[in-house]
């Protein structure tokens, strides 16, 4: 009997807690509860365009080479049209002749743009 009271008191006093507890977490952050975007680089440039260079590491499918003079160039270029760039190792992959996964070791570098165009570039 003691475990049903126990039970009949602390089911209400839980979903008034959580209930608080979102109300408390929406009023401290009411730009967000309005659907406005917060950030924390407000006044900063946002720049919605972006450049890609996937930099291979193999030459004529399996022959391994050092991709790192092309994306020192390529960072070179891109710091220099764009004011700056990133690199960043990953893996890509595509469909051989045979029909087979070929993956590959690449490095992807990128750069962000304001107002993307043809004379930029």
Aim: net charge negative; proline share 4%; charged share 25%.
């Amino acid at each position: 009997m003691e475990r049903k009271r126990f039970a009949y008191w602390m089911t209400p006093l839980i979903l008034f807690l959580c209930l608080l507890g979102s109300a408390v977490y929406s009023a401290g952050q009411p730009e967000a509860a309005n659907g406005k975007h917060q950030s924390a680089l407000k006044g900063q440039y946002y720049l919605e365009d972006v450049v890609k260079i996937y930099v291979p590491s193999t030459y004529d499918v399996d022959q391994p080479i050092d991709n790192t003079p092309y994306v020192n160039k390529t960072l070179e270029k891109f710091s220099g049209m764009f004011g700056g760039a990133t690199a960043v190792d990953g893996t890509g992959a595509w469909i051989s002749d045979e029909e087979q996964l070929v993956k590959d070791k690449v490095t992807i570098v990128y750069s962000f743009a304001e107002d993307l165009d043809k004379k930029k570039i």
